[in-house]
């Protein structure tokens, strides 16, 4: 946006244009295909205003004419959509042994889905972060071959993230106060668009609040069942990071201090009861319940060891399952501290969590039942996730097009 | 706000109208003394703008001439500030066995501040509102009196508040879905200014957000130690009530399943370990912990035996600072569930917490410290509230002057 310190009645003019670009965008994102006229009766825009808008957003190649329609009452009008063929924004996914990164356009359609082995822990953090620039830079070089131009960058990592953008601590990947944003700008030498990074739990909220099946619920939390365990929260329609954004730290509410030992060193945490890697050692441990410090090698991605599990679950196995429903009465004891805070619509179980479903849910519901302070947790669903592994990474993609709602557009 | 659904345009135009002098109202509140050409410097409107809203809002005795300033560059200015003398903002808190009114003008100074007994626990719904309305009723034609006209009542219930105004239940009053709006506007006659209630919790974190020392900061958590305990959220700047308005229950996050018995049925909440029946109740107990369903009554306010722990405190009996410093720890442990999710700058104990805090805070924040997932606890600071047990009513009242900020005036 252009600011000019000297001007600032002509800086207002252009944050109001910016605004009201954003706002035609986003009209035309939720109705479309509309008319100019739509767009002026929707937004309270008048139409002179709304023809010059639509003109610039028509010449940048952010809205196409697909032509007229006669089929309304009135005169036939030229109709609008988004231009799906143009941009492409980028979400890449740091995780323990892989990269993920996908692209989608400007309407959220997905345009590209890689996954690429990665290993995260054994690496330290300027290295690792020259592993995600070199998948970005194909990622771009492909984005770009195809006629579509970046919108923006942002990259999902486990761990906490400043307001900032250095990541201070992602112990999945042995990162401890990692400048993401500086040095994945560099590496790709200023790129002019949005380089941006957060932490993996808030983007995949943002992921499912814009594309998932309960898309545009006012208030729902994301459970990450991943490596680790977070929360991302979006509350009154937006996503909340807390006063120095390191809000979500759910692994470590502690269900029962007579629990099983946490790799924090306390005892019994949501974690080390009911985490991914709780969940498999739980199903694998011939009914005693090992300490998170013993058996799996920490931090490692766990799909082998979770397949099995789902194998053994489907095959019947009396240990896994009722290993499965005592992991979930865990996992909603925690979901229901979230519920009683939070008062959520909806929680999202993600990741690993979504594939173990079928047998985490009933006892997730049936605690969270007992638990919630309202009759009915409040009006809470608790579903699985089903955006398959690519939650974060679309949330990159989400807040790439979260800032192009904002009005801020790439060269602007 | 004028509505005319015929001709939206009007409608719009109207509204603008209420924003920006809600923009204007808010700027000179925090500018004050300020010139229409500051207004129009700190807000982006123009200067013919300012003029009008200025002049209609001087005619409305919402703001007052202060007279010319010549101490300052350029030419002399006509200062402005708002008019404290003409308008009043009530809140009213139903506590368990008294009412607490206040008043405060345009500004938040404090104008009135009463508190009567009330036989909260032994009386049922309607008659309790009749109550609520008699004591509205008396505030009103004192403050009417004093040449105040009333900006809006909004009342604090120790309970859970629907979005449409109805308390689903407030055990300590006995009040089941009782509809306080409703009734206290019929009670009062239609009296053509904002009637509203909410949760003691959710207004004393309004109250603390507005006049506490602590004004301003964007995430706040305000814990109440009345009869109950409950928590009040404000995060990014507003307060939070989750999707269905039942957020912040904070008394049953189950801090050791193996601890006392808790009026809910399970054992170790939060409450029933360290709400202010329990810090009594630890703080008499002669070292042993009883259920939080022997001993003193529940639901009474408590304020005499509050008393009596402070003095033995301050006069160093041993068992009672034992007993205290468990109790701290044990609120520290529902601290940092609550720190680690919302990662809020402050956390304020509020209402019987405040006398104890010397006692209590120093084993809070060694709680805090050790379960925070970000070390120094994400920057927050947990503090005594200030305003006495008065937050509350406070927060009602702030309600009130926050509906005006947002441009509603009454007799609009």
């Known amino acids: 946006?252009?600011?000019?310190?000297?001007?600032?009645?002509?800086?207002?003019?252009?944050?109001?244009?910016?605004?009201?670009?954003?706002?035609?965008?986003?009209?035309?994102?939720?109705?479309?295909?509309?008319?100019?006229?739509?767009?002026?009766?929707?937004?309270?825009?008048?139409?002179?205003?709304?023809?010059?808008?639509?003109?610039?957003?028509?010449?940048?190649?952010?809205?196409r004419e697909i032509g007229m329609t006669g089929n309304?009452?009135?005169?036939?009008?030229?109709?609008?959509?988004?231009?799906?063929?143009?941009?492409?924004?980028?979400?890449?996914?740091?995780?323990?042994?892989?990269?993920?990164?996908?692209?989608?356009?400007?309407?959220?359609?997905?345009?590209?889905?890689?996954?690429?082995?990665?290993?995260?822990?054994?690496?330290?953090?300027?290295?690792?972060?020259?592993?995600?620039?070199?998948?970005?830079?194909?990622?771009?070089?492909?984005?770009?071959?195809?006629?579509?131009?970046?919108?923006?960058?942002?990259?999902?990592?486990?761990?906490?993230?400043?307001?900032?953008g250095r990541v201070s601590d992602a112990p999945g990947l042995g990162w401890r106060d990692v400048d993401v944003v500086g040095d994945l700008t560099r590496a790709l030498r200023e790129p002019g668009f949005l380089v941006d990074v957060g932490n993996d739990a808030?983007?995949?909220?943002?992921?499912?609040?814009?594309?998932?099946?309960?898309?545009?619920?006012?208030?729902?939390?994301?459970?990450?069942?991943?490596?680790?365990?977070?929360?991302?929260?979006?509350v009154d329609g937006r996503l909340r990071r807390g006063s120095a954004g390191y809000g979500g730290e759910a692994a470590h509410i502690q269900i029962d201090p007579a629990g099983p030992l946490c790799r924090c060193g306390r005892r019994g945490c949501l974690e080390a009861l009911a985490g991914i890697g709780a969940v498999v050692r739980r199903a694998s441990a011939n009914g005693d319940e090992p300490d998170a410090r013993d058996g799996t090698v920490p931090f490692s991605d766990l799909e082998p060891e979770v397949d099995e599990v789902v194998a053994r679950a489907r095959a019947g196995d009396r240990q896994v399952l009722a290993a499965l429903e005592a992991a979930g009465r865990d996992l909603g004891a925690g979901v229901a501290v979230l519920v009683n805070l939070l008062n959520p619509r909806t929680v999202v179980l993600g990741g690993h969590y979504a594939a173990l479903a079928p047998w985490l849910l009933p006892a997730v519901d049936k605690e969270l039942q007992e638990r919630a302070a309202v009759p009915g947790g409040g009006g809470c669903q608790v579903v699985a996730s089903t955006l398959q592994r690519d939650a974060a990474a679309l949330g990159g993609a989400a807040r790439v097009l979260e800032a192009v709602d904002a009005g801020r557009l790439p060269f602007d």
């Open 72 to 164: 309304r009452v009135g005169r036939p009008a030229m109709m609008l959509t988004l231009d799906g063929a143009s941009y492409a924004a980028i979400g890449i996914e740091v995780n323990v042994d892989h990269l993920t990164a996908v692209a989608v356009d400007l309407a959220g359609q997905p345009v590209l889905s890689w996954r690429r082995s990665f290993p995260g822990a054994t690496e330290r953090g300027p290295r690792s972060v020259t592993a995600v620039a070199a998948l970005a830079r194909r990622v771009i070089a492909r984005t770009e071959r195809d006629g579509r131009q970046v919108l923006g960058l942002s990259v999902a990592v486990p761990g906490l993230v400043d307001p900032h």
């Open 1 to 63: 946006m252009i600011t000019t310190p000297s001007d600032p009645r002509r800086a207002e003019l252009a944050h109001v244009r910016a605004t009201n670009r954003a706002v035609v965008l986003r009209c035309v994102r939720e109705q479309a295909p509309c008319s100019r006229a739509d767009i002026a009766a929707a937004t309270g825009l008048n139409k002179t205003t709304v023809s010059s808008l639509v003109s610039e957003l028509l010449e940048r190649r952010l809205l």
């Open 202 to 234: 808030n983007l995949a909220a943002l992921a499912e609040h814009r594309f998932g099946p309960h898309a545009g619920v006012s208030d729902l939390v994301y459970l990450t069942g991943e490596a680790g365990l977070g929360a991302g929260m979006i």
